[in-house]
Nanobody
């Protein structure tokens, strides 16, 4: 599976961005998908997860109510809509894919990774 993340950029605090992750190489609709992020000097952390059907989503407490994960299985794409952005949201954002059940909160649970897209939120 190849994953290509895009949509990052520079935004002011309070603004919004939508990240996209396009998948190819395997039946996308059979894969659970997630977004992680990694700030400079910090470990990669879980942001959001969506099940293969889109029927189940889960969010880190730090983004709950501000971020929305969604997917379009016809377009082989997963999205992360980020509203009310804060400077602490600044990080490289990675999309990830796996076969499995559960929320998949840890990077080691994922088999496939995109290259990352940088989100910078200015104060």
């Amino acid at each position: 599976v190849q994953l290509q993340a895009s949509g990052g950029g520079l935004v002011q605090a309070g603004g919004s961005l939508r990240l996209s992750c396009a998948a190819s190489g395997r039946t996308f609709s059979s894969l659970d998908m997630a977004w992680f992020r990694q700030a400079p000097g910090k470990e990669r952390e879980f942001v959001a997860h969506i099940s293969w059907s889109g029927g189940s989503t889960y969010y880190a407490d730090s983004v709950k109510g501000r971020f929305t994960i969604s997917r379009d299985n016809a377009e082989n794409t997963v999205y992360l809509l980020m509203n009310s952005l804060k400077p602490e949201d600044t990080a490289v954002y990675f999309c990830a894919a796996r076969m499995g059940s559960g929320y998949g909160l840890h990077p080691y649970e994922y088999d496939y990774w995109g290259q990352g897209t940088l989100v910078t939120v200015s104060s």
